[in-house]
């Protein structure tokens, strides 16, 4: 058994970091060819990223309220229900979609002017931002569908097609910037089509997976419901995350400007290690709400050992190569000696508390796949009862320089981390997580 299990969270796991390491691909290719059009319209892309990355960021429990609601169902022998209600969860993330592609459309002046550019570079950041809010239902639908996909314990078909909505988004992007001659909108044009031509192979992918299990492709009205109800906890949490790291950045801010591209560096690379991470907690969701589906409790406990196991030990590994590249990293952001030895302390408290983030990301990942949103959003709001006041703390204080750097990392790699580690860690020792109902 412990074989087949470690072969199953694999099976999941790999294709599952490799559409998730696809994602922020769309983002790089848009910064490299709009970047050759000069740094007016690469300013403006950063401000219409950073907008379009909250809101995205904010509606990704699409997928996470999709993936355990349909694991539960296919878990327990009922995959033509379990396929009707990641479709309801489609549904879903179409009205919402569309909701807020129409209100963002009309909100892009306000939200650009909010950031304070020079004419010209809101000028760019608002062309692009109104060309990509209707690219919005697209990216919500891709997060519902990819969530329908893994609750089917389907990690694969994720993976080709973001694989090649990337491409497509790369030669859509060129031919228009360039081909054509529009500039930063053909990159936005570009990408929009690239974000529909995915929703269109999920449709066909899953109507194929409705008519093999007779399931219904109509909206009920029940599934929408439930969707949006676990939904809205997962949002919750979601909005305590996005607290947490705002106030962050708002405090390394304060400490001045070094000690922010410092953070930028730590943060970067916390990130990329995140995405293994964020995979392993993946077949950990499509796994859990599996098991509790069938109601096999054993085997539950079974992948929540295994999973926690592996999310310790990539933490260590990952940790000993962040502490042996410590000295270097901050050079090859940079290429500046100062700034090397400016993040290297923080990096090195990153290294420490890398086993502890791989059993929090695993831990999330758990509860999510048992369908427990609703403590999740509880327990991110109690998560910054104690980190909120470690940052007052800290910019009470002021320390700057590496030691200042070294502190803000203590506070969110260690007080913030630890939080999350007691919280959730509390939850999986009694049983009442695995009787949430779907």
């Known amino acids: 058994m412990p074989d087949t299990l470690n072969r199953d969270i694999l099976r ?19 910064s490299a060819l709009v970047g050759h059009l000069g740094i007016t319209p690469l300013a403006g892309l950063g401000i219409a990223s950073a907008v379009l990355q909250t809101i995205v960021g904010l509606m990704v ?35 919402i979609g569309g909701v807020l592609a129409l209100i963002g459309y009309v909100a892009t002046p306000f939200l650009v002017g909010l950031f304070g550019a020079t004419p010209l570079v809101s000028e760019q950041a608002e062309t692009y931002l109104g060309i990509s809010m209707w690219g919005l239902p697209a990216m919500l639908i ?28 790369a030669l859509l992007n060129w031919l228009f910037i360039y081909g054509v001659g ?31 299990h007779a399931a219904s492709v109509r909206p009920h009205r029940e599934g929408v419901r439930g969707s949006a109800r676990s939904g809205g906890w997962l949002f919750l949490r979601t909005v305590s995350l996005r607290v947490a790291l705002l106030a962050t950045v708002a405090v390394a801010t304060a400490l001045g400007t070094g000690e922010l ?41 079974r992948v929540l050992g295994r999973t926690l196991a592996w999310g ?85 204080l ?4 590496a030691a200042g750097l070294a502190w803000l990392s203590v506070a969110f790699f260690g007080v913030y981390m630890l939080a999350r580690l007691a919280t959730l860690g509390w939850r999986v020792r009694g049983t009442t997580w695995m009787t949430i109902p779907a």
Request: proline share 5%; with cysteine.
């Open 61 to 95: 429990f699409l997928a996470y309220s999709t993936t355990p609601a349909v694991a539960r169902r296919f878990g327990a022998g009922d995959p033509s229900r379990a396929v009707s209600v990641g479709i309801d969860g489609m549904w879903l993330a179409l009205g």
């Open 261 to 301: 591209a410092g953070w930028q560096v730590a943060f970067t690379i916390f990130s990329t290690a995140a995405f293994a991470l964020d995979a392993l907690a993946i077949a950990a969701q499509a796994l859990i709400g599996k098991g509790l589906g069938a109601g096999d409790r054993p085997m539950v406990k």
């Open 142 to 169: 891709v997060f519902a569908a990819t969530g329908l996909l893994r609750g089917m314990q389907d990690t694969v078909t994720p993976l080709w097609i973001a694989g090649i909505g990337f491409a497509a988004n």
């Open 182 to 212: 529009w500039g930063i909108a053909g990159s936005a044009v570009g990408t929009v089509l690239a974000q529909w031509g995915m929703v269109a192979a999920y449709v066909v992918v899953i109507a194929r997976l409705a008519r093999r």
């Open 398 to 401: 002021q320390p700057h320089g």
């Open 312 to 396: 310790a030990w990539f933490g260590l590994i990952v940790g000993g190569v962040i502490a042996a590249f410590s000295g270097v990293i901050g050079l090859l952001f940079t290429g500046d000696p100062q700034v090397a030895a400016l993040v290297q302390p923080a990096l090195i408290v990153l290294a420490v508390a890398q086993p502890i983030c791989g059993v929090v990301f695993v831990l999330d990942g758990v509860l999510i796949g048992a369908g427990d949103a609703r403590y999740l959003a509880l327990a991110g709001v109690l998560n910054l009862v104690p980190y909120v006041p470690a940052l007052v703390i800290i910019g009470m």
């Open 12 to 30: 999941l796991a790999v294709p599952a970091l490799g559409a998730l390491v696809a994602e922020p691909l769309f983002l790089i290719v848009d």
